[in-house]
């Protein structure tokens, strides 16, 4: 996070993420929580939404299984964005059905902004795509921005990629 | 304004007390503004202690009603603050004011439902603009744990029931972070979670020239707080503070080693910005209506 952070970016590439297909072939479901590496040192770390998305995700979809976190330590921020997790996606839950969640997240917790002024926010989600194939797609932007990314991501386009 | 309709009599009862201190503000009598919205919080106070078997929703109510008093205790600290020329900690209030007004959204009391919440919201939105700060700090930190300020428990995990920021019986969840024994990182940030986080200037400094100019029609009386609810910021040609009238063939002023007749010549005069203030006379009983 630095003085640019008003800047829009999404990336979606291919990765090799051994801890992600090990997790799979357990015949996991739904989302898991995952803490992300400190950069200062060789610990993981809670992002600082962590816990209010996790809590979101259970009382608004009751349906979908949702893995905690380990415990970990946590970082603060005193920021106005929202910094979610890490999350590993099984296939029972599609990049589009969990950008979805995100954007609906956002709507909730935006009912406290004055005129003009936007949320932000920063997420990972780690995934398999049609072909077998792992890809990480991460974004950093405002809601705009978001429901922008969605429109492009709809599922039929998801499923030919 | 609130859900319970006991919360709502007991505002109307003390609606002309409100309309009374917001008329001291529009005076400039800022001290019994504060006296009047002080003895109001300890009679909202007393009023939940008499309800206090009431439910969940009345004491919700309550939180929200202080919030809304605070609110118009840092609304006219604020305009006190400017007229005396303490821009620095008229910053510190103004910011005070705004969040609570954005506690009032989350709550439910929608400004574009409330006359007067949809003014101060604007008004404060561009008196905000008429100060230097552009980017803030912010601070990451490493925590142990998060702990829930209601139940005690790690407020990231699924044995904690309570959302951070959201109310509980009149009292608002909050995360005390606990064990910050690690910096992580200070960034420059425009989008803070405080905004009073800031390079710190000298209440005579340049900077403050917008709002000492605005000060300045306050103590004159040229306007009142309530006559202040935007800003418009234009483009405008200004004298070149920097230019030199030199001989044509002269090195120019400005340190290009070029003659001056291929440089400078013509900046006499370049574009700076200039703020109008755009006044929207209301009274306080027109706001309150």
Redesign the interface.
């Known amino acids: ?3 640019m ?2 800047k829009n970016e999404v990336t979606d590439i291919y990765i090799e993420n051994k801890n992600f297909l090990d997790f799979l072939s357990q015949g996991a479901k739904g989302i898991a929580i995952i803490n992300k590496d ?4 060789e610990e993981t ?2 992002q600082p939404d ?3 998305f ?3 995700l ?1 009382k608004n979809h009751p349906s979908v299984d949702v893995l ?1 976190p380990k ?1 970990s ?9 929202f910094w979610l997790p890490l999350v590993y996606l099984c296939n029972d839950v599609t990049l589009p059905i969990y950008l979805n969640f995100v954007s609906s997240y956002l709507y909730d917790k935006s ?6 002024e936007s949320s ?1 926010v920063h997420f990972t989600a780690i995934y398999q795509n049609k072909d077998g194939k792992v890809k990480k797609f991460k974004f950093e932007g405002d809601t705009n921005s978001l429901e922008k990314t969605i429109k492009k991501f709809d599922l039929n386009k998801f499923m030919e990629d | 304004m609130f859900y319970k309709a006991l919360v709502n009599k007991k505002f109307d009862e003390i609606k002309p007390v409100i309309v009374l201190g917001l008329k001291n503000i529009c005076v400039g009598s800022y001290d019994e503004a504060e006296t009047l919205f002080s003895y109001l919080k300890n009679e909202i106070v007393n009023f939940k202690h008499k309800y206090s078997s009431e439910g969940e929703d009345f004491h919700n109510d309550i939180f929200v009603f202080m919030a809304y008093l605070n609110f118009l205790v840092h609304y006219g600290k604020t305009w006190k603050l400017i007229n005396n020329k303490k821009f620095g900690d008229s910053w510190c209030s103004l910011q005070d004011s705004l969040d609570l007004l954005r506690v009032l959204k989350k709550f439910g009391l929608k400004t574009e439902k409330y006359n007067h919440l949809l003014f101060f919201e604007h008004q404060l939105l561009n008196l905000e603009k008429l100060y230097p700060y552009n980017v803030f700090f912010s601070i990451g930190a490493i925590a142990d744990e998060v702990i829930c300020s209601i139940c005690g428990k790690d407020i990231n995990t699924l044995e904690c029931p309570h959302i951070m920021g959201e109310l509980y019986n009149g009292v608002m969840a909050s995360g005390i972070a606990k064990g910050l024994t690690e910096l992580n990182h200070v960034a420059m940030v425009k989008h803070p979670a405080d905004k009073r986080c800031v390079v710190q200037y000298q209440d005579t400094e340049e900077q403050f020239k917008f709002v000492r100019f605005l000060a300045n029609s306050l103590i004159s009386k040229e306007i009142s707080p309530f006559d202040f609810y935007e800003i418009k910021i234009t483009d405008k040609e200004i004298p070149n503070p920097d230019y030199i009238k030199l001989r044509r063939n002269e090195k120019c002023f400005c340190g290009s080693n070029k003659k001056f007749k291929n440089c400078c010549i013509n900046k006499v005069t370049v574009k700076g910005g200039h703020i109008s203030i755009v006044p929207e006379f209301r009274t306080p009983e027109e706001l309150m209506t």
């Open positions: 996070m630095d003085i952070d008003d400190n950069t200062s040192s770390v809670m962590t816990g209010d996790l809590k979101w259970k905690p415990p330590r946590q970082l603060v921020l005193r920021s106005n964005d009912k406290n902004l004055l005129k003009g932000r």
